[in-house]
């Protein structure tokens, strides 16, 4: 599938944000935790929760989707994940916390996703040892068992699938843990706060330490899917790059903090409740450096489309990649065919904003995509994006919500 994009359109008009990937797949990966019925609602239509569904449906769980609510339960009659699906996704990987938690072992072929970079695990694996759990690896493949015993651990790093797997394998741990330099990204906090609702003894949720009870047994629940920020920085992106305005409703503009800091000089943004609602009539100058870090800081997922949005800006910016190495350079190529001028230097890139004109060219992750899609919209002249694949792992329909805003993006069979 390709996008034909006839950019220079000023996109105008209101859109509700959908469901969150990142949370809507810690959460199916807690679903293993229990065999009860867990329901959860605001769950994306998306291909990466699709595929999820799948590998969690070929291990034995019941899911039923009805709209946006899922319904999961039953138990596991395989702890084995098959490789057909667990390689299509990253997610994949976030079964593995609960799955030693539920049924004392698992065995999970290496997990795929985006082109962005080296995917450790070493950081969920070296906790699970932490826990008094075995883990060898075999070819492509982690296998884990044992019964996970409540440790006080740190996190290297504070990663987001290692503190979700190492939470999950902690709830139902024999005894207490603390877990250190945790993650604290929105979707860890649901994923703790849905635990809770689970039957889970957790303190300190939303801090960088947590502390775990370890209990005999959780129970069903339910619980809302957090609303998506990427996405919600994807639609603003767009009417940043083309001068345009739109409001987005369903949205937490809390979680957007650091991505709205850097709009803010440059346009009109005010949020209401669960509203934002963004104005950007001048062609910004240029928004100074900025560094992807962990949240509450600029997060990676937003730096694709800041590199769209610095091109096609009239100043100088500076952006460094901190986290997957791979996430800089192939967007920069891309954009070099659309006429932008960036500088790529080890993990910096440096961005001489100018106007941008349309172009051939291919996608090799999701957020890129999304960010070749926003300079696309921004470019004179009509542009193709290959690889939309990628592009649908985590949007619905990119290309439907911004026709719905005003673009003109035909969506063609390659
Ligand atoms: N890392 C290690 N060892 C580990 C785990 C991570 O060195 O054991 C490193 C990674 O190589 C990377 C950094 O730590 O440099 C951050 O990785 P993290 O583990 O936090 O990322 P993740 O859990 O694999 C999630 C999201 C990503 C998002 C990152 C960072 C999911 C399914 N994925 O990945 O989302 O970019 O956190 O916020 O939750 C996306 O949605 O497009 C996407 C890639």
Request: glycine share 10%.
């Amino acid at each position: 599938m390709e996008y034909i994009i006839n950019g220079g359109k000023t996109l105008r008009g209101e859109l509700p944000v959908y469901g969150a990937k990142n949370c809507a797949l810690a959460l199916l990966g807690a679903t293993v935790l229990t065999d009860d019925e867990v329901i959860l609602f605001n769950c994306p239509n998306i291909v990466d929760v699709s595929n999820m569904i799948k590998l969690l449906q070929s291990m034995g769980k019941v899911i039923v989707r009805n709209g946006d609510t899922l319904s999961v339960k039953g138990e596991l009659g395989s702890v084995c994940a098959p490789s057909a699906y667990a390689t299509l996704l990253r997610g994949s990987a976030l079964v593995l916390g609960s799955s030693i938690a539920h049924y004392h072992r698992i065995a999970l072929p290496l997990p795929g996703g985006c082109a962005i970079g080296a995917r450790p695990m070493d950081i969920h694996l070296d906790g699970l040892q932490a826990m008094g759990i075995d883990v060898l690896y075999e070819s492509d493949m982690v296998s884990c068992a044992g019964i996970p015993v409540g440790t006080d651990y740190k996190l290297r790093f504070a990663s987001v699938g290692a503190t979700e797997n190492l939470l999950c394998a902690s709830v139902l741990a024999r005894g207490n843990s603390v877990l250190r330099n945790v993650a604290i990204e929105p979707e860890v906090v649901a994923l703790e706060q849905m635990l809770v609702r689970m039957g889970a003894r957790i303190s300190g949720i939303g801090t960088d330490t947590i502390s775990v009870e370890g209990v005999r047994k959780l129970h069903g629940a339910d619980f809302a899917i957090i609303p998506d920020r990427i996405v919600a920085a994807t639609y603003l992106s767009a009417a940043v790059a083309t001068r345009g305005e739109v409001t987005l409703t369903h949205c937490r503009p809390d979680h957007l903090r650091a991505f709205l800091d850097v709009l803010q000089p440059h346009c009109s943004v005010r949020c209401y409740g669960d509203a934002i609602r963004l104005s950007a009539p001048e062609i910004p100058c240029g928004y100074g450096e900025i560094v992807t870090a962990p949240y509450p800081l600029f997060p990676t997922d937003m730096q694709s489309l800041m590199l769209s949005l610095a091109a096609c800006s009239r100043g100088k910016t500076i952006i460094r990649e901190t986290l997957f190495e791979n996430r800089l350079a192939h967007n920069a190529a891309e954009l070099h065919k659309m006429g932008a001028d960036i500088v790529v230097s080890g993990n910096t890139a440096t961005v001489a904003g100018k106007s941008l004109h349309g172009a051939d060219v291919v996608a090799s992750d999701l957020r890129g995509g999304a960010g070749l899609v926003i300079a696309a919209l921004a470019s004179d002249g009509t542009s193709t994006v290959r690889g939309v694949e990628h592009i649908d792992r985590g949007y619905a329909d990119l290309a439907l919500d911004f026709n719905k805003l005003g673009a003109d993006i035909v969506c063609k069979e390659a």
